[in-house]
């Protein structure tokens, strides 16, 4: 009996934190606001990026060097087409499924 109250306890335990720490979980994308290529002295390609970080309020500038022109290219026009980003690998840029139609709540 007393085994089965523990059990619960440390499942309702385990839940809590999953809540309490959710955000912290999930990745969150972000939208450019403004997007810059640029060559580098080294021949290196760099894509700059500047957007706003909604849950801090805070406006940034972050960039992301590549060696081949074609891949900055790439980013760069995905970015500029209004494509998310994630912190991470490159390959994290993409674009989301548009709805065909709206969700109902």
């Given at each position: 009996?007393?085994?089965?109250?523990?059990?619960?306890?440390?499942?309702?335990?385990?839940?809590?934190?999953?809540?309490?720490?959710?955000?912290?979980?999930?990745?969150?994308?972000?939208?450019?606001?403004?997007?810059?290529?640029m060559i580098l002295?080294?021949?290196?390609?760099?894509?700059?990026?500047?957007?706003?970080?909604?849950?801090?309020?805070?406006?940034?500038?972050?960039?992301?060097?590549?060696?081949?022109?074609?891949?900055?290219?790439?980013?760069?026009?995905?970015?500029a087409l209004g494509?998310?980003?994630?912190?991470?690998?490159?390959?994290?840029?993409?674009?989301?499924?548009?709805a065909d139609k709206?969700?109902?709540?």
């Amino acid at each position: 009996m007393i085994m089965k109250n523990l059990k619960k306890i440390l499942l309702l335990f385990c839940v809590f934190l999953g809540i309490l720490f959710a955000d912290n979980i999930y990745a969150t994308g972000f939208s450019a606001n403004w997007v810059d290529i640029m060559i580098l002295h080294n021949g290196k390609y760099r894509v700059i990026i500047k957007y706003i970080n909604l849950n801090i309020g805070e406006y940034r500038e972050a960039y992301v060097d590549f060696e081949s022109k074609k891949e900055a290219i790439q980013v760069f026009q995905k970015l500029a087409l209004g494509a998310d980003f994630y912190w991470g690998d490159r390959g994290t840029i993409h674009f989301h499924d548009k709805a065909d139609k709206p969700n109902p709540y």
